[in-house]
């Protein structure tokens, strides 16, 4: 990709990297309504999709922190 010439002042990456924190934290968001609602809803189901949700966005999140720690 051509980023011009000034390089440093490039912040595609910085964007990026900023708009799936965004998604996994609104995702991680989600599970926790969703196990809550299973929760007082005594559905199991639901309770368990809303964990499995959370464990996604943080192993996501994970990732992005990798990603970071090798800029």
């Known amino acids: 990709m051509h ?6 002042t490039y912040t595609g990456g910085a964007d990026m990297g900023l708009d799936d ?6 995702e991680n968001i989600a599970g926790k309504a969703k196990e809550a609602t299973g929760k007082a809803t005594d559905n199991e189901r639901l309770e368990a999709e809303g ?3 959370q464990t996604k966005a943080h192993a996501k999140q994970a990732g992005e922190n990798v ?3 090798f800029k």
């Open 21 to 26: 924190k965004i998604k996994n934290a609104a």
């Open 3 to 8: 980023i011009g010439r000034y390089p440093e």
């Open 67 to 69: 990603k970071d720690a």
């Open 51 to 53: 964990h499995a949700d």
